[in-house]
């Protein structure tokens, strides 16, 4: 693999976007001050080694881990201490370990040009790393080695927020082994839920801090958060001496420490008619105290979402239609492509507006953005303890959304564009741009249909036929187109994932008697190409899951190659 080692840099690996600080998801001005001062006297202690420089906040659901993240975030990169940050977050499928060390090290190698030189050699040393080898050696060839060898003045910080939602334990392992043989070099913020297997996995060893919801602190920055989205709510409604003190000292008892409590409670009056009459009798209705903090949020999520018209078969059939896309989503829709991704019905905005204060996104001006689940609890919940129709059951949503995907590409990729056909010719070189603009949902659908049909058993569901009807008609006639548009306007994905799920009446589809020949010609394009290095060697992968070890496209699939990269096939079959 010569000609691929020999010029691969740290830029090849995957970078997820948005998984970063955002200055909008912060702390309010002037809350959580003695935190944030005292996470950062942590990070300006000097001599500091093994698990201290693990800061490790565990705390309950609700409690504002996730914005004081962001803030303490914020707080390094101001000072130009942060060297990353990454947000698990399952609303949005963001739980893969290896995701958050591509992007640390691709963090890494853009701030330190020194630690950039490292990481390159071990992708030139092994190009196969980033695919084949496990998340702790992954870490340690990516992270831990380059940062160790180069001329780093620390402390750089990095923040990680929701360690509770990793798909897999690896993270805390890497927590509690590789962290401390820094040398103070890196030091990390950690936030989780102390669920049991977080706490177990690491061990004695690091100390977790929590954000005593119920002492007298938190309860003065609820009182800030408090009075501002009153005084919002009261300019937005035109009230006048409201709301009185009474009123706001409820409130917090009420709250009982929970931030996301009061958010939810005020996003919900600011979307109101009467929202000063509608906080009486939402008080009036959970008088229950000394709840458990999951509890206490169901309990909330129940009172709001009853108010919604459960009677209406429309109502319900929409909910379900609408909330069941937003719960498997990989990334977030606007009203628009969410109301064009399922046709004239449901109509979108008006099921939206009924649970407006359990999303986000949502704006009375006019624009239109993305809109998400408001909370990874409230995700839960629908999920997992709703009663009846509020229930979201996420195998059969991934089913329909994964039938709604396949017919819009089918829909989509009949129709001819300029750039289109590449695969089958032998000439020209790189890349082309074709030529093919993509409305919202269809351009989802030609990003998440893998990941859908791979996060269910469609064979099983009642659906199933229509589904394999779906994706006969696509791979049979727009698999390569598809696999053209994709690395045209974006990146090449893996098809290993969908082999593995189809069915043996499909699974001609993706061999090498079909896919061997286009994919050996885009194998060539793509080396021609630096920055795609990293799409090369997933390229490579599928060959070779198909059992093709001929990589050149001027000679058949039986004959031997000058292109043939035997290193890379030795260094992935160890």
Known sequence: MEMIGSTITF????????????????????????????????????????????????????????????????ECSDCNL?????????????????????????????????????????????????????????????????????????????????????????????????????????????TSRPERSVLRSLGPAITPHDLAIHESANRADMKIYVAHRLEQIALEHELEKWPNQQLVTTLLDRAEGLFIWIATICDYLFHHVYPDKILQDLLETMRESQLPPEKKMDTLYSSIMALCQWDDVYFVEGYQQVMGVMVVENTPLTVDGLQRLHGTMPRVKAIVIQLASLITGLTSRGVNRPIQILHSSFREYVTQRAPGSH??????????????????????LSLEAIGCGYLNSKKGSGVPNIEIEFTEEQWYAVEFWITHITNCNFMNSTTGVQVEEALSTFLTVYLPTWIEVIVSKSKYQSLIPLRRKLPDSLSLQTSKT?????????????????????????????????????????????????????????????
């Open 11 to 74: 830029t090849a690996l995957p970078y997820t976007s948005n998984a970063g600080w955002d200055d909008t998801q912060t702390c309010l001005a002037g809350t959580r001050q003695a935190e944030i001062a005292k996470v950062m006297a942590w990070v300006r202690k000097k001599d500091i080694s093994g698990t201290e420089q693990i800061y490790f906040l565990a705390d309950v659901v609700g409690s504002g881990k996730t914005a004081l993240a962001h803030s303490i975030a914020w």
């Open 82 to 190: 942060l060297a990353s940050s990454f947000f698990f977050d399952r609303k949005v499928g963001r739980t893969n370990p290896r995701n958050f060390i591509f992007n640390l090290a691709r963090d890494l190698g853009s701030r330190f040009p020194e630690v950039s030189i490292y990481i390159s050699l071990a992708l030139r040393a092994d190009p196969n790393l980033a695919l084949s080898q496990p998340v702790s050696q992954l870490f340690k060839e990516l992270v831990l080695e380059p940062i160790r060898q180069s001329n780093i003045a620390g402390p750089i910080v990095l923040v990680v927020d929701a360690l509770h939602e990793v798909e897999t334990p690896e993270v805390q392992t890497i927590l509690c082994t590789q962290i401390p043989s820094l040398s103070g070099q890196l030091r990390v913020f950690v």
């Open 391 to 412: 229930r979201i059951f996420v195998e059969e949503q991934n089913v329909r959304v994964a039938h709604i995907c396949l017919r819009l590409l089918n829909d989509t």
């Open 514 to 574: 079909r896919l061997g020949l286009p994919l050996r010609q885009l194998l060539k394009r793509l080396m021609e190409d630096e920055s795609r290095l990293g799409e090369v060697l997933i390229v490579i992968e599928d060959l070779k899951d198909m059992g093709e070890d001929n990589w050149d496209t001027d000679s058949d699939s039986d004959g031997k190659s000058s292109l043939e990269l035997e290193s890379v096939s030795d260094s992935s079959d160890d």
